[in-house]
């Protein structure tokens, strides 16, 4: 409202000279008439235009009745000349047209106002209404005009008023040069259109501009001084550009400015790199200005921004969220006594005994006040509420403020609106009985607030959202708790201990849009209540402890639903109805019925879902559902852990959108449908644990965006298809064990530089592991990544009353598993899926030696590589795996000693060299020594510990030995003793011989032999005396 008003004002000003220069002639010759041939002109115009309201310009026409032009709707003419002067045809946007060239025979014109009238997507703006060289007034603004600017609106040198705003010129559009010549021009507005370039430099010379704004353009770069010479200007608007570098200080010579809005795009969030910054240093020399919107402008440089925010004496809206702000130590009290906005949200303001004591300076005015996202920590002062007889809005969420919430604040009279949610508050929640009635919203969810809910709150007659999830409350709640909540809208009472005690024929005084009940105590009947409310578009009720039957009528509410969740319950029976509804398909749904006890086929309509989670049920069929004749959006579909049983269709045409696809551990048997191929926006598919056989369908090579593929568990046949190294690149995780896979790796394989787990286990694979393994350059690098492989998607929340209405989106993660042998048994990684680097080559018929090759995938954690036929030594450099937690070369053919750097892998928790034919002693350390026997056992040429095969004296090993890799572990041998020996003589006979040959050195030698003995003799012969003495005495 208030930078609405501040707008009227210069407006008002403007309009007010011009309309009064229009009518100023109004009493000199009343009987002047029309002019014919504008007369004809404005009839030409009108017909271009299409008006849906048909009384829209009725009194423009040719009858006798409408001879006189001058008195048609929205034109005005001279009373001195009869010349249409002025022209104001602004409509309601539904009016289209184009508009007629007799446009320019109106010479006299200097008012024109054809806003909200659209004008067809291939129109721009008639370059011949820059013949109308008398404007002072021209709006065309909401109009739809593409193309570009023309520069002739350059030669109106009249002009005093300009609004083009709201247009769609095209997006590589600058300023035309020639509005440098508009020196009259005091109001300009060119905000939401597609400007591009640097800020236009010719603006700055319009020395008489009051009025500036370039809002939501594409304008870059940095600011320019120069616009510290627009002297007169009192509303300047540069928001939702793109402009970098330092606000210029120039700014301060505007010193008549009073609005100012400089905000800074939303993905400037993410980049402080890219954004503006400033120290506010110029602040100080706007002393009148009352409007201040610097979002996402860096000022971690204004180490006294409340200093110089304080001496703003006239200021009434202050929004710096997102702008880095820290603490600063005030030095003074606002100076403002009229502020009523303040945002610094998603700052870092940590000290509570900085801000609020600033705040508490000017509570009295303040109407709304949001610090959320900064991390506040401490409490808030027991009286901050005491004085804020004005505020509407408070919102403190996602803070870490902790204690009791003060009381003073729920006895505020004016407010509305009291977040508090994210924070770690503890106590009760107060009776709410007493507190103002004025509350329509109330987030207190995300706390660790305790106790129950007294029914007090239920008094709270204009509550509109009531949001208490995620808090450590219990107790019942009965029909008191909402007897007055008639406007109640939203409900989030979940994840507390909360009983849900009404009478099964209790009608709510509300009609919900959004009821989120998880992990309340709902059941064990299913609450007949929610079949009242007509409007729900959210619904959570899921671990409601619901056993029961879904009536059919719950299922008529669908259609109306965007988000559908009554998982982890023990819903029974099938999904079916005397009418299946249709649901809207134009929107993002979601439908969560996993964890419980349905069964029978899956209905058709929820082929509609975009995000489909049905596992873990007793589904038989799914054939409904997947070949259901309806248009799919389905994004995410998760169908596992049921009974469906059947070939799988071959119906997946229709499936263009989808991106995960789980049907794993159910009874799908035959071959893998051919359609599969048309979805190439998947990226995860599960048929693991089913019974599919044939071949892997050649068609899955146009699944480019794959990044997890798993099928283990299956009967499949055939070779390993090298289309999967060459087409799909981006895979992150292959899993084929247990399947009938035969012939070689594919050296395409190879390609699979993303690739985090691969998993050929339990197939019939002979041949040799490529050398060329090295590349798969994911597992050969300790880079972190994320513990996580997820799917992005965004759940869309809708206005439920009006569908055509944005309202906001929710950010969710849809995280990916599979299920891997590790350690000796089958476990499933979903949440550190991403961490795990793994190769399983186990129980197939691979041959040749282990290539060193494999040896710089240092980034491994797991290799299993047991029961193949693999021979020759162990790769000496197997110690470069310093990551490796899992390693298995069980049952092979391998010869040779082990290598004394496995004992250097102090991460290793899993080692089975077993059943080989492994010799020499066991490298020593603790990495080797401790494990148990069963590790080495099968390998008769082994001894060392812990085997009880000791190895002989000569046969001795050192671990630390042999770090070159050399196989010959030997350390203790003959020619270490014939070394020892000769070592031992040099020494002897090399110090001999020095005293023997240098004279002086042997009587040093000798004076020193004698001086250390002379000092050992006084030194113990001092002792014993004083020993004796002590014994003598005793």
């Known amino acids: 409202m208030l930078p609405v008003m501040m707008m009227n004002g210069v407006v008002y000003a403007v309009l007010m000279v011009q309309v009064l220069a229009c009518t100023s002639s109004a009493a000199v010759v009343p009987s002047v008439k029309c002019i014919e041939s504008e007369r004809q002109a404005l009839l030409s115009l009108k017909r271009g235009f299409n008006a849906t309201d048909a009384g829209w310009l009725s009194s423009w026409g040719d009858g006798e009745q409408q001879k006189e032009c001058c008195n048609w709707e929205g034109v005005k003419c001279s009373n001195v000349t009869g010349h249409v002067i002025m022209l104001d045809l602004h409509a309601d946007y539904y009016t289209r047209g184009s508009i007629s060239p007799s446009l320019a025979e109106l010479h006299h014109l200097n008012y024109l106002d054809l806003s909200d009238i659209h004008f067809p997507l291939a129109s721009s703006i008639p370059p011949f209404i820059g013949s109308l060289t008398f404007l002072t007034h021209l709006n065309l603004s909401f109009c739809s005009f593409t193309g570009n600017i023309p520069p002739q609106l350059g030669n109106l040198h009249f002009l005093e008023y300009l609004d083009l705003s709201w247009n769609d010129f095209n997006n590589s559009q600058q300023i035309p040069s020639q509005f440098s010549n508009l020196s009259h021009v005091v109001y300009l507005d060119l905000s939401f259109n597609y400007l591009v370039g640097g800020f236009p430099l010719q603006l700055t010379n319009m020395s008489s501009l009051r009025y500036l704004d370039l809002g939501n353009n594409g304008l870059n770069g940095t600011m320019p001084p120069q616009l510290g010479n627009l002297l007169s200007l009192e509303h300047l608007d540069l928001s939702g550009n793109a402009f970098t570098g330092t606000i210029p200080s120039q700014l301060q010579n505007l010193s008549r400015v009073q609005y100012l809005d400089l905000l800074q795009p939303y993905y400037y969030s993410f ?34 921004w409340q200093r110089q925010v304080s001496n703003l004496s006239h200021l009434q809206y202050l929004d710096l969220n997102g702008c880095n702000l820290v603490d600063s130590v005030l030095t003074s009290s606002l100076a403002s006594t009229s502020l ?63 204690g009791q919430i003060p009381l003073s604040l729920f006895h505020i009279g004016s407010l509305t609106e009291l977040d508090l949610s994210e924070n770690m508050f503890t106590g009760m929640l107060p009776d709410l009985s007493q507190v103002s009635s004025s509350l329509e919203v109330l987030g207190l969810d995300n706390n660790r607030l305790s106790g129950t809910i007294h029914e007090g709150i239920g008094q709270l007659s204009n509550l509109v959202e009531l949001s208490l999830g995620n808090n450590f409350m219990k107790g019942l709640i009965t029909e008191a708790h909402f007897s007055r909540l008639s406007n109640l809208d939203s409900l989030d009472l979940s994840h507390n201990a909360f009983v849900f005690n009404v009478s099964e024929e209790w009608v709510p005084p509300f009609n919900l849009s959004e009821v989120y009940l998880a992990s309340c105590n709902l059941g064990p009947n299913f609450p007949k209540w929610l079949d009242t409310q007509v409007n729900i578009g959210d619904l959570d009720i899921s671990n409601a402890g619901i056993s029961s039957t879904v009536p059919n009528w719950f299922w008529e509410h669908l259609p109306r639903m965007l988000n559908f969740n009554i998982s982890h319950n023990r819903f029974r029976g099938k999904i079916e109805g005397p009418i299946l509804p249709a649901i809207v398909v134009d929107l993002d749904i979601s439908v969560d019925l996993s964890f419980n006890l349905f069964e029978g086929p899956i209905p058709a309509f929820l082929a509609a879902a975009s995000h489909l989670f049905l596992s873990n049920n007793r589904f038989s069929i799914a054939n409904p559902l997947l070949c259901a004749n309806s248009t799919k959006p389905t994004r995410f579909m998760d169908l596992s852990n049921n009974s469906l049983r059947g070939e799988l269709s071959d119906c997946w045409m229709g499936f263009e959108s989808l991106v995960v696809l789980d049907l794993s551990n159910n009874q799908f048997y035959g071959n893998m449908p051919k359609s599969l191929g048309s979805l190439r926006n998947i990226q995860s598919i599960h048929f693991e644990g089913n019974n599919f056989s044939g071949e892997i369908p050649s068609s899955l090579h146009n699944c480019t965006q794959l990044r997890v593929f798993d099928v283990a568990g299956n009967k499949l046949s055939g070779t390993i298809p090298s289309w999967i190294g060459d087409n799909i690149p981006k895979l992150l995780v292959l899993s084929l064990h247990s399947n009938h896979f035969h012939g070689n790796i594919p050296l395409s394989m190879c390609n699979l530089h993303e690739l985090h787990v691969l998993d050929l286990s339990l197939n019939i694979l002979s041949g040799n592991i490529p050398k060329c393994i090295s590349n798969l350059s ?176 000569h046969g001795h090993q050192i671990s630390e030995h042999g770090a070159d890799g050399d196989d010959d572990e030997q350390f203790v041998s003959e020619g270490f003793y014939i070394a020892m020996a000769a070592g031992f003589v040099m020494a002897f006979w090399g110090v001999c011989f020095s005293l023997i040959l240098k004279k002086s050195w042997r009587y040093a030698y000798f004076k020193l032999l004698s001086d250390v003995y002379d000092k050992l003799y006084v030194f113990t012969a001092i002792k014993v005396a004083k020993f004796k003495r002590i014994i003598s005495q005793i």
Not at 281 to 296: G, T, V
Not at 895 to 924: C, F, M, W
């Open 271 to 304: 980049d402080k790199t890219r954004s503006l910054s400033s120290d506010l240093q110029w602040l100080s020399q706007l002393p009148i200005l009352s409007y201040l919107s610097l979002p996402r402008v860096n000022l971690s440089g204004a180490s006294n």
């Open 778 to 953: 994911a597992m050969a690098t300790l880079a972190n990544s994320n513990a996580t492989i997820t799917d992005d998607y965004y759940v869309i929340y809708m206005n439920i009353h009006d569908r055509t209405r944005y309202e906001h989106d929710v950010y969710q993660i849809y995280n990916d598993s599979t299920s891997l042998i590790w350690k000796g048994k089958m476990s499933k990684y979903g949440s550190t899926l991403g961490l795990l680097r793994s190769i399983d080559f186990s129980s197939n018929r691979l041959t040749g030696e282990i290539p060193t090759e494999m040896m710089s995938l240092i980034g491994l954690v797991s290799l299993n590589l047991s029961r193949n036929f693999f021979s020759g030594d162990i790769p000496p450099t197997i110690g470069q795996l310093k990551s490796i937690d899992s390693l298995d070369l069980s049952r092979n053919h391998l010869s040779g000693t082990i290598p004394s750097q496995l004992a250097q892998i102090d991460r290793l928790s899993v080692l089975d060299l077993s059943y080989n034919d492994l010799s020499g002693e066991i490298p020593l350390g603790t990495q080797l020594q401790t494990r148990d026997a069963s590790a080495y056992e099968g390998n008769p040429k082994l001894c060392g510990a812990p085997l009880n095969n000791t190895c002989p004296i």
């Open 340 to 402: 009523s906005y303040v945002d610094i949200s998603l700052n870092s303001l940590r000290d509570t005994s900085f801000i609020f004591p600033w705040l508490m300076n000017f509570t009295s005015s303040l109407v709304t006040l949001r610090m959320n996202g900064n991390g506040l920590t401490g409490t808030i002062p027991e009286t901050f509420g005491n004085n804020l007889s004005s505020l509407e809005e408070l919102n403190l969420a996602n803070n870490e403020l902790k």
